[in-house]
T-cell receptor, first 111, second 116 residues
Framework: GDSVTQMEGPVTLSEEAFLTINCTYT??????LFWYVQYPGEGLQLLLK?????DKGSNKGFEATYRKETTSFHLEKGSVQVSDSAVYFC??????????FGRGTSLIVHP | DAGVTQSPTHLIKTRGQQVTLRCSPI?????VSWYQQVLGQGPQFIFQ???????GRGNFPDRFSARQFPNYSSELNVNALLLGDSALYLC???????????????FGPGTRLTVL
């Protein structure tokens, strides 16, 4: 079945550091890939998405590229801010269209 | 436009009781999905409804049931509550125009259920 594997957290960075959160997936067909963010005490918010191979999703300085050859969708940001502290979830929606989420990666950014 | 709304925000129940959670999708969205998010985990898919019909069901026991109304709002019911049912229950709506594949799900803030 479909699955998503994320790097374990927490990821702890200083402000303005470079961020990478790794995500790999297993799915049949050609899934859509997503990154969601969950701030403390809130529900999930869509951060970015990519619907086909080599697409790059981007939003609020975050980027992720759909790499079919490596089945990956790593999240990156060039310079993180304290306000980026949250839990980030990688997810896919494939042929079964039952969405599958990773376990989440907590990001903590210190001033 | 209003986003996905859920009620109640918080709920405390005891073991064996029954609970009903409610969700109103974004205007124009005809699909509603329910997820269970246990602390420290990603959301786990419970149900998806489209046009009042169940279109998908996750690996949850029959104690969990749901329905969708003509106005596309939805209820999730859980019977015979167990301590392990304590979680954040998320509702998400999506626009499935053009096919069954959901390209994006818009999540509500969730209902925090605590079972004592």
């Amino acid at each position: 079945g479909d699955s998503v594997t994320q790097m374990e957290g927490p990821v702890t960075l200083s402000e303005e550091a470079f961020l990478t959160i790794n995500c790999t997936y297993t799915a049949t067909g050609y899934p859509s890939l997503f990154w969601y963010v969950q701030y403390p005490g809130e529900g999930l918010q869509l951060l970015l998405k990519a619907t086909k191979a080599d697409d790059k999703g981007s939003n609020k300085g975050f980027e992720a590229t759909y790499r079919k050859e490596t089945t990956s969708f790593h999240l990156e940001k060039g310079s993180v801010q304290v306000s980026d502290s949250a839990v980030y979830f990688c997810a896919l929606s494939g042929g079964s269209y039952i969405p599958t989420f990773g376990r989440g990666t907590s990001l903590i950014v210190h001033p | 436009d209003a986003g996905v709304t859920q009620s109640p925000t918080h709920l405390i129940k005891t073991r064996g009781q029954q609970v009903t959670l409610r969700c109103s999708p974004i205007s124009g969205h005809k699909s509603v999905s329910w997820y269970q998010q246990v602390l420290g985990q990603g959301p786990q898919f419970i149900f998806q409804y489209y046009e009042k019909e169940e279109r998908g069901r996750g690996n949850f026991p029959d104690r969990f049931s749901a329905r969708q109304f003509p106005n596309y709002s939805s209820e999730l019911n859980v019977n015979a509550l167990l301590l392990g049912d304590s979680a954040l229950y998320l509702c998400a709506s999506s626009d499935l125009a053009g096919g069954l594949r959901a390209d994006t799900q818009y999540f509500g803030p969730g209902t925090r259920l605590t079972v004592l």
